[in-house]
T-cell receptor, first 113, second 111 residues
């Protein structure tokens, strides 16, 4: 069975600080990887995705993630966070031939102005 | 751009009642998914449909059933509701097995 591990439960940063959220997955095959963001009281929004090709993927709002196959990791990064990035971030994995998304437990990001 | 539509947005039911949640996918999307998110939890996959056929099944209780109709909208039927069913129910849609776009969710409260 596939699983996703997010290393940090809650991260607190000051504005303009750099962000890296860790994500490791377990799956015995080709994977598709995603990061979703959930602002308070809102639905999940897709930040970025990886299906194949360049392991460094860029998403919306200045976020990027790097797929490192040897480490089963897909860490999310942003060079300079803003107060509006305060939200919960979920890493998710899906087998390439399957439909089901498996989510990590999420990381709450609080950005202090 | 058009998004996934879910109705109702909020629903309050009593124990042992039934509930029906509706989902309207993004136009031209042929796959619909249902997820359950408990308070402070990550979303858990329930079931999915591709071209009106069940395509995958997760941790969906036997008391729940779902289907996808000819216009691609989907309904999640929940019977004999329990307090533990109180959660946010998300629907998502995609084109085949590509990235999933989530709706705003239906918040179900069982009293």
């Amino acid at each position: 069975a596939q699983s996703v591990s997010q290393h940090n439960h809650h991260v607190i940063l000051s504005e303009a600080a750099s962000l890296e959220l860790g994500c490791n997955y377990s799956y015995g095959g080709t994977v598709n990887l995603f990061w979703y963001v959930q602002y308070p009281g809102q639905h999940l929004q897709l930040l970025l995705k990886y299906f194949s090709g360049d392991p460094l993927v860029k998403g919306i709002k200045g976020f990027e993630a790097e797929f490192i196959k040897s480490k089963f990791s897909f860490n999310l990064r942003k060079p300079s966070v803003q107060w509006s990035d305060t939200a919960e971030y979920f890493c998710a994995v899906k087998g390439a031939g399957s439909y089901q998304l498996t989510f990590g437990k999420g990381t709450k990001l609080s950005v202090i102005p | 751009a058009a998004g996934v539509i879910q109705s109702p947005r909020h629903l309050i039911k009593e124990k042992r009642e039934t509930a029906t949640l509706k989902c309207y996918p993004i136009p031209r999307h042929d796959t619909v998914y249902w997820y359950q998110q408990g308070p402070g939890q990550d979303p858990q996959f329930l079931i999915s449909f591709y071209e009106k056929m069940q395509s995958d099944k997760g941790s969906i209780p036997d008391r729940f059933s779902a289907q996808q109709f000819s216009d691609y909208h989907s309904e999640l039927n929940m019977s004999s509701l329990e307090l533990g069913d109180s959660a946010l129910y998300f629907c998502a849609s995609s084109l085949v097995r590509y990235e999933q776009y989530f709706g705003p969710g239906t918040r179900l409260t069982v009293t």
